[in-house]
């Protein structure tokens, strides 16, 4: 760990973990974002490894995945996984940072970099939230209180999704991340990378045209600067590139 980290708590119960959690001492699952972070502030872990579901089931409906399972499993079986595999794999090029890091871990993060968290906000799973008391939410309206336990995401959505990154070499981090995610009568565009936010939206099909699309383009790239990765305008170029390429695989 690092030098601040003076006590390792493993609560046990949802309720416990809950009740220590506090500026200084924090949930604790693969750490990998901890380790590398340092925060001198955190003096303070409390273990959820032995909390946290590491099921994965699969139905005709959803994919439900627990929060404790690693990134790195996800990663192995696109047969199982589709796209997300993809997304996983990506999140980070080391798989024995993969082994260590959870799905619960990478959208409790909100790391806007991640492949694999840039993909599930399009997805917009159900997320199942102790805190203690058991929560049923979408990924995209919870406000990042309580524990993810379970991530419940749909087999249709996941089927009816576009992925694609750009990174000056594969194994680099994504600078920019387009995903796109077919929803009944919408589609829902979400757009990040080495920005100042996260973009979201969701346009009806009826609505979709070459100048709605610029639309996107026009608003997501506000979210990107002039950087050693480009200017904005050649990021806008790949955005509009990304969703044509991310909308083809729909």
């Known amino acids: 760990m690092w030098s601040s980290i003076k006590k390792i708590i493993i609560p046990a119960s949802f309720e416990e973990a809950i009740n220590k959690k506090t500026n200084s001492a924090v949930f604790y ?10 925060d001198e502030k955190i003096d303070t872990l409390i273990d959820i490894n032995s909390l ?3 099921s994965i089931k699969v139905d005709k409906n959803s994919l439900t995945i627990g929060s404790g399972v690693a990134v790195q499993e996800i990663a192995n079986d696109e047969e199982m996984f589709n796209k997300l595999s993809m997304a996983a794999k990506y999140s980070n090029f080391s798989k024995n940072i993969r082994n260590q890091r959870t799905i619960g871990g990478e959208i409790a993060q909100k790391n806007i970099r991640s ?10 799973p159900l997320l199942e939230i102790r805190n203690p008391a058991k929560i049923m939410i979408k990924l995209r309206e919870w406000n990042g209180k309580g524990i993810i336990n379970k991530i419940l995401i749909s087999i ?10 750009y990174s000056v070499l594969e194994s680099a981090p994504a600078f920019l991340i387009v995903a796109v ?18 973009y979201g ?30 200017s904005v305008e050649y990021k806008a170029s790949l955005i509009a590139t990304g969703i044509k390429r991310a909308v083809e695989q729909i």
């Open 115 to 124: 492949d694999l968290f840039t993909f599930l906000v399009a997805l917009n």
């Open 156 to 165: 249709t959505d996941l089927k009816s999704s576009g992925f694609e990154r």
């Open 201 to 230: 939206h969701t346009m009806q099909l009826s609505e979709f045209s070459k100048n709605s699309i610029h639309s996107i383009i026009d608003n997501s790239a506000k979210h990107f600067s002039n950087d050693q990765y480009g």
């Open 52 to 54: 946290i579901d590491k």
């Open 29 to 38: 699952g693969g750490g990998t974002y901890l380790v590398s972070n340092k």
């Open 181 to 198: 995610v077919r929803k009944a009568l919408e589609l829902d565009f979400v757009i990040s990378g080495k920005a100042d936010k996260i």
